[in-house]
């Protein structure tokens, strides 16, 4: 037995196995053994060549890439994008539904290639239910992008870009800097319409600016818009009732009480947009007042007990208030929805049943059931973009047309009405919009990031798919 290798050992017939005790078969066995190891040798070294000849199929290429389809080059990490919003399907073929957009040079993960129609090279998937056309695309040896990574970065004024408003005189924008002011313009551009710039050249004397849209303008037509520094509160876990207002009014008066029902003003006013907290309510012959504390003087401060005893208008305050979920909200795991209220103009962001964010908004200036109301109900999120050109010109009914080019942050609920940024304007509190919920561009930074579906790595939109809904919006 000591002569026989326990691996080849296990090799033999049963048969010779019970033998193996008799010592005249003992070379017979042994000569068994070494037909049968160098045999399996042999198999063992010509399986090493062939493979190291040529390859098999499943070792050159991933096992997801289609029977007919050619194996990607080795080394290839990533595909990187070299179209503008490069359109990305739910699956392959351009007759599919739209999953969102792509970034123009982002380097995006490759999972599969299949052929479809629509495309002349592969269909390539970046991510679940999301495929690219290889036609305007690059294969390439770089990492893809971390799943972790957002295609901007947060800003500190919410605004992807810099914005700039159109002059009383106009302007033209032209595609090649070249003609710029020399040559026939491309596009006419009214007073008052907003455009992003992302770059500047000096050019013959004169500074142009090309739009994110790819137009040349001269920056003499243009006027900077300022950022807006105004943002919303983060509220502490365990938050039940809110007990704060913003003021919304242009001048709002502190007053006194000197009656059951009776107040008189101060000279004491609180500006607008500022935080006070809120405490008694009383309905008065002249409107209700709530009792307020400002900075210092909130419950638990020092000199709050110090705190002489104000008062003001409910009207000139903007209260947000808890409220419950609707039904579409899986309340129990957390979901996170967002409730806006018209008659108060504010907004709060949930998990679940706990109030997790509240800040101020605008909503349409229309009457109810208006094309410029904002539409009451329950909805969800149908698409988010980082950016969206908004306007009203094939509107001919319109009394003033407008354009806001790269408007950030978008999150469409209810056909072309959304939440979003808004840089153009001051009015958080009151009623203003063509029917969107306009936020400050730093709330919109915020719970665009915050809200369902996720916006993947180098996107710029997403549409939602069954294992990432959209987020649900409640308008009241």
């Known amino acids: 037995m000591d002569l026989v290798h326990p691996v080849a050992w296990r090799l033999l017939p ?15 066995a042994q ?34 890439i289609a029977p007919d389809v050619e194996p990607f080059p080795a080394g290839v990490r990533s595909v990187r994008t070299r179209e503008v919003e490069h359109p990305i399907f739910h699956a392959p073929g351009v007759s599919t539904a739209r999953r969102g957009s792509a970034h123009i040079g982002a380097t995006l993960p490759v999972f599969a290639a299949r052929k479809a129609e629509g495309c002349v090279a592969r269909w390539i998937q970046i991510g679940p239910s999301a495929w690219l056309c290889e036609d305007t695309t690059e294969l390439s040896r770089a990492e893809p992008l971390s799943p972790h990574m957002r295609t901007w970065q947060d800003s500190a004024d919410g605004l992807p870009f810099q914005y700039y408003f159109v002059g009383p005189d106009g302007t033209f924008g032209y595609k090649r800097i070249e003609q710029a002011d020399v040559g026939e313009p491309d596009v006419q551009l009214e007073p008052g319409f907003a455009v992003a710039i992302v770059e500047e050249r000096l050019v013959g004397g004169g500074r142009y600016g090309r739009t994110h849209g790819g137009s040349w303008l001269p920056m003499r037509d243009l006027g900077r818009i300022q950022s807006f520094a105004f943002q919303g509160i983060e509220l502490p876990s365990g938050t039940t009732d809110l007990t704060f207002a913003w003021v919304v009014a242009d001048v709002a008066r502190v007053f006194r009480r000197i009656g059951e029902q009776t107040f008189q003003s101060t000279t004491e006013s609180r500006a607008r947009l500022e935080r006070v907290m809120v405490h008694d309510e009383i309905d008065s012959f002249s409107g209700r007042f709530v009792r307020v504390s400002f900075g210092a003087e909130e419950p638990g401060s020092a000199t709050s007990g110090k705190a002489v005893e104000r008062w003001m208008s409910a009207r000139d305050l903007a209260r947000p208030r808890v409220t419950l979920p609707p039904a579409e909200v899986d309340a129990d795991a957390g979901e996170h929805w967002i409730d806006v209220e018209l008659s108060s103009q504010t907004l709060v962001a949930y998990e679940g049943r706990h109030p997790a964010f509240a800040t101020l908004v605008s909503t349409g200036k229309g009457k109810k059931g208006s094309s410029t109301a904002t539409p009451t109900g329950t909805f969800r999120v149908w698409a988010k973009l980082l950016t969206s050109n908004m306007d009203n010109l094939e509107d001919e009914a319109a009394s003033r047309y407008y354009r806001m080019e790269d408007v950030p942050y978008v999150q469409y609920f209810h056909k072309g009405v959304g939440l979003h940024g808004a840089f153009w304007h001051r009015s958080l509190g009151r009623v203003r919009s063509h029917g969107c919920v306009n936020l400050s561009p730093l709330d919109a930074q915020r719970l665009f990031w915050w809200t369902a579906p996720r916006l993947p790595a180098g996107w710029t939109a997403v549409l939602p798919v069954a294992h990432d809904r959209g987020a649900v919006i409640r308008v009241r």
């Open 14 to 28: 049963m048969a010779l196995r019970r033998r193996f005790t008799n010592p005249s078969l003992l070379w017979h």
């Open 31 to 64: 000569r068994y053994v070494a037909v049968m190891v160098g045999a399996i040798g042999a198999v063992h070294l010509s399986l090493i060549a062939t493979s190291e000849a040529e390859p098999s199929r499943s070792e050159r290429s991933p096992p997801w």
